[in-house]
Each structure stands twice: as structure tokens, then as C-alpha cells.
T-cell receptor, first 114, second 113 residues
Framework: ETGVTQTPRHLVMGMTNKKSLKCEQHLGHNAMYWYKQSAKKPLELMFVYSLEERVENNSVPSRFSPECPNSSHLFLHLHTLQPEDSALYLC?????????????FGSGTRLTVV | AQSVAQPEDQVNVAEGNPLTVKCTYSVSGNPYLFWYVQYPNRGLQFLLKYITGDNLVKGSYGFEAEFNKSQTSFHLKKPSALVSDSALYFCAVRDTGTYKYIFGTGTRLKVLA
């Protein structure tokens, strides 16, 4: 374990379902991120939270809704997804001072939309 | 705009041979550079970073990387490859003035027994 835990590891959902992905870190980091990793595509930054406030939303469709209730937890709420949303969703955290620390990633949630 | 490029989708190397995975970058200011490795069905794991100091950086699992400012490169190297090194490798650079990182598209390393 890296210190960043993601649940569930695998998720299969229909296009009309609502589900949530969970990320938890106990590293004392103050920034958390959601990335989408699709086959043969670069990692896509979806959301950035710093000190529990969303600081960036990279034009992500509204069917993805993040929530950061405290510095240790990050959620990604999903509803009415499309098959092209199937991907590995990665959570990461960092201790942001000068951006020199690097990220700690979770193992990801493999999402399949049917 | 800041960017990072990994020109090779895949690198094949025989076990025991030296390996190099290439990365070039474009940033304004001093670059913060990173290498990550991803094994199947796992998240990315930190390997090494260059912030300042010696151009040759040593990291986990016997990997090292050489920062070359004139060529704007940060190639990942290992003197003797292992089959277990087979994985997806990502180069990343800090987006100047922020704490976000820009990732390359990844290079799949395949070490053949």
C-alpha cells in the first residue's frame, strides 16, 4: 500500500446508475487529485483540490462530481455515465509547497460502464 | 506551454542489457522532473526526481536518470534490465508556478528473458 487507498478496485455500472469512488490518504498531504487513464491516451487531470477547495476542473463533464469533505478524503460521484467513461480512475495526493514532492498514487478504480 | 514528450511507445530490451527510456521536456524556468512506473492494474509509483543538484539522479530499483539541460532531456536508465522491470513508465514535469504535473504518454518497457 502506498498510503493512498482507493475503493472499490473494480466497478461495473449501467448508464443509468449512480455510484461513488472513494479515495483516502493518511499521509498528511494537503492536495488531492483525480486522474483518468484510458488506453493509449495520456493521463487526464480531472480535478484538483488544495486544502479541501477545488482549484481546478479541467472541463470535465458534469456527470462527474467531486467532493472533498476533509483533507484525507476525496470522492468522485458518478451518474448517467457513457461507455467512453470506462477507464482506470486514479487518485493522488501531494504535500504542496513548491511542487517538489511528487505525487503518491492510489491503485486506482477500474470502471466499466455498460 | 509546458510539455513533456516520450517519443517511444514501447522499448524492448534483453534481460541483463542496459535500458534507456527517453523523455524530453519544455518548461519555462527551472524544471522539476519525475519518473513514475506503473505495473498492471496498479497506480503509478514514484521512481525518482530531479529538482536541483547533481545531474545524475539515483532512484528506486536500481534506476537512474540523467538531467541534460542543453538537450532538455531526462532519460531513465538502468545498467542491467530485469524481466520484472517490464511495466509502463511515465515521465512528468511540474507545470511552472503550480504544483500540478504534466505527464508524458508513457513508454511500455518489455524486458525479454
Amino acid at each position: 500500500e502506498t498510503g493512498v487507498t482507493q475503493t472499490p478496485r473494480h466497478l461495473v455500472m449501467g448508464m443509468t446508475n449512480k455510484k461513488s469512488l472513494k479515495c483516502e490518504q493518511h499521509l498528511g498531504h494537503n492536495a488531492m487529485y483525480w486522474y483518468k487513464q484510458s488506453a493509449k491516451k495520456p493521463l487526464e487531470l480531472m480535478f484538483v483540490y488544495s486544502l479541501e477547495e477545488r482549484v481546478e476542473n479541467n472541463s470535465v463533464p458534469s456527470r462527474f462530481s467531486p467532493e472533498c469533505p476533509n483533507s484525507s478524503h476525496l470522492f468522485l460521484h458518478l451518474h448517467t455515465l457513457q461507455p467512453e467513461d470506462s477507464a482506470l480512475y486514479l487518485c493522488a495526493s501531494s504535500q504542496e509547497t513548491q511542487g517538489a514532492g511528487g505525487y503518491t498514487f492510489g491503485s486506482g478504480t477500474r470502471l466499466t460502464v455498460v | 506551454a509546458q510539455s513533456v514528450a516520450q517519443p517511444e511507445d514501447q522499448v524492448n530490451v534483453a534481460e541483463g542489457n542496459p535500458l534507456t527510456v527517453k523523455c524530453t521536456y519544455s518548461v519555462s524556468g527551472n524544471p522539476y522532473l519525475f519518473w513514475y512506473v506503473q505495473y498492471p492494474n496498479r497506480g503509478l509509483q514514484f521512481l525518482l526526481k530531479y529538482i536541483t543538484g547533481d545531474n545524475l539522479v539515483k532512484g528506486s530499483y536500481g534506476f537512474e536518470a540523467e538531467f541534460n539541460k542543453s538537450q532538455t532531456s531526462f532519460h531513465l536508465k538502468k545498467p542491467s534490465a530485469l524481466v520484472s522491470d517490464s511495466a509502463l513508465y511515465f515521465c512528468a514535469v511540474r507545470d511552472t508556478g503550480t504544483y500540478k504535473y504534466i505527464f508524458g504518454t508513457g513508454t511500455r518497457l518489455k524486458v525479454l528473458a
